[in-house]
């Protein structure tokens, strides 16, 4: 019997497509349906159980699936078929939510690009607050068709010569200041006695709200309100001095949340929204965000955002993440950070700055697991993973291809990127495969003690994976159903 050459600790390395002379101790060539823990070693990954039937296959063909999560309401899942509806299910109750009647779907038609069809990469989500914002990518957002009230009674060049007139109520006067036309100009209404700062007479009054976001509210009867969230109207200057926000006219590629501001991603545009109340403010009302400044004579911090985050490189915003410093906006082929050497960001504070030059799969959000941020890049042949790490705003960041060592492994039809940071790890799915492929990394005291790649196989195709406290919930396409499953991931393996 031949002497033992050879003690391995334990299979925590995951996979390795390295060859055997240069994998090291504790690789393996596949892991299928494990997982890598600290305390247990690799064992097996927690068993999936069935929960309920969403329906046909069919019904949902090439749906984007999304969750719902919020602090005053359980776990929910819902999706939006292309020129359909939407649809949302309580994960708890496994019931079916009604749709109001009130409900309209046609937002979720409009398609202005050429060429193209909506699908699943056509739409994006967001939960804020005590709603869901829903994003059309292919909708182009145009201005509002309804123009500004009343008509210009009077013509001065300064605001003190306000008083040498006689008004009437409802007149409007013009103040021209400087000789160059437009630049400066204010709009005074004339009212109850006072002149009141006012818009421009005959002017878009703002975004045509049915081209921009939407918004997903479940009531609290159980059933859900779908339609158009509104915005604030422009109430005081004109086109130059208050003017369109940088996406009217173009397609709005993500949506997010910043500083308690509504975020949201044109091109190379980056723009946030004026504050929204405090959430203990709120009472029954939905919030409307509000893109225009309030006063053209004054400038305000609160005042909405508008950045351009072009360089020498042409670039697409497709996702944003916050740090320490500010906010990591990722391109398709360029990564930004926006930040205020103040501290606060306001409109005269906010910079932007590239910190990297990588190619980023742009229907993919990027996750943040701890302070790590990875994103995707694929090829013709697999996917890659990067890793981002920010060290701050005079320090170049670390960037490292966590995938390279399965260079082949992950196929490129990976369309959903998904992070669990109470057990640190991230997990990428197509929702034309039935694999789900996992990367964890376990730090105690701020040092790595393993990074393991391994993968888990379901009875379907995966439409979408999703944690909450601490449970796996995915939803399966098995053929002609599609179904529900979940799986704890804290198990004791002795006990459960």
Same mark, same amino acid.
């Given at each position: ?33 494990? $997982? ?11 068993? =999936? ?15 984007? !699936? ?18 359909? #509806?939407?649809?949302? !299910? ?17 937002? =979720? ?44 009674? @009077? ?5 003190? #010569? ?5 008004? @009437? ?27 009141? #700062? ?98 053209? =004579? ?59 030059? $990588? ?13 790590? $941020? ?69 730090? #105690?005291?701020? @040092?790595?003690?393993?990074?393991? !790649?391994?993968? !888990? ?31 704890? =991931? ?7």
């Amino acid at each position: 019997m031949p002497n033992v050459s050879q003690q391995i600790k334990s299979y925590l390395g995951g996979i390795s497509q390295q060859t055997d002379y240069e994998m090291q101790p504790g690789f393996l060539k596949d892991v299928i349906n494990g $997982y890598p823990d600290i305390t247990y070693g690799l064992r097996k990954r927690p068993g =999936l159980r069935y929960e309920f039937t969403l329906g046909d296959s069919v019904d949902y063909e090439g749906a984007y !699936w999304f969750t719902i999560s919020q602090a005053e309401i359980p776990p929910h899942i819902a999706c939006i078929v292309p020129n359909g #509806e939407v649809n949302v !299910w309580n994960l708890i109750t496994r019931q079916k939510l009604t749709a109001s009647a009130a409900n309209d779907y046609s937002y =979720l038609s409009k398609n202005d690009k050429p060429f193209t069809t909506l699908n699943r990469d056509s739409f994006k989500s967001l939960s804020i607050q005590n709603v869901t914002v829903v994003l059309n990518r292919n909708c182009r957002v145009q201005p509002s068709s309804v123009l500004t009230p009343g008509a210009i009674t @009077e013509t001065v060049t300064t605001y003190g #010569e306000l008083a040498e007139l006689t008004p @009437e109520e409802g007149d409007i006067a013009h103040i021209t200041n400087t000789p160059e036309e437009g630049l400066d100009d204010i709009f005074m209404l004339y009212s109850d006695g006072a002149w009141n #700062e006012c818009a421009k007479p005959g002017i878009s009054d703002g975004v045509d709200d049915a081209t921009t976001a939407h918004i997903l509210v479940i009531l609290p009867d159980g059933t859900f309100l779908f339609g158009s969230g509104g915005s604030v109207r422009r109430t005081v200057g004109d086109l130059v001095t208050n003017p369109n926000p940088s996406f009217v006219g173009s397609f709005l590629t993500n949506v997010f949340f910043y500083l308690n501001r509504v975020g949201l991603l044109s091109r190379d545009n980056i723009f946030l929204s004026q504050p929204l109340r405090p959430d203990n403010v709120i009472t029954d009302e939905i919030q409307k965000p509000n893109y225009f400044k309030v006063s053209s =004579l004054t400038g305000s911090p609160a005042d909405p955002i508008d950045l351009n985050a072009s360089s020498v490189r042409a670039t697409a915003l497709t996702s944003v993440l916050p740090t320490v410093q500010g906010l990591v906006i990722f391109g398709d082929n360029e990564q930004f950070i926006l930040y205020s050497e103040q501290g606060v960001v306001t409109p005269n504070t906010a910079l932007i700055k590239s910190i990297s030059t $990588y190619e980023m799969s742009p229907t993919v959000d990027a996750v943040q697991q701890g302070d790590e $941020y990875y994103f995707i890049s694929k090829s013709q042949r697999n996917t890659r993973v990067f890793q981002l790490l920010i060290r701050g705003i005079n320090d170049s960041p670390i960037l490292n291809d966590v995938s390279k060592i399965i260079t082949d492994y992950i196929p490129n039809n990976v369309d959903t990127l998904t992070a669990n940071s109470q057990n640190q790890f991230i997990s990428l799915s197509s929702s034309k495969d039935d694999k789900m492929y996992m990367y964890r990394v376990y730090k #105690e005291n701020g @040092e790595v003690q393993f990074r393991s !790649w391994y993968s !888990w196989k379901v009875p379907g195709k995966v439409l979408i994976g999703s944690y909450f406290d601490d449970r796996f919930f995915s939803t399966i396409n098995c053929g002609s159903k599609i179904v529900i499953a979940s799986a704890l =991931l804290s198990l004791v393996p002795e006990e459960d």
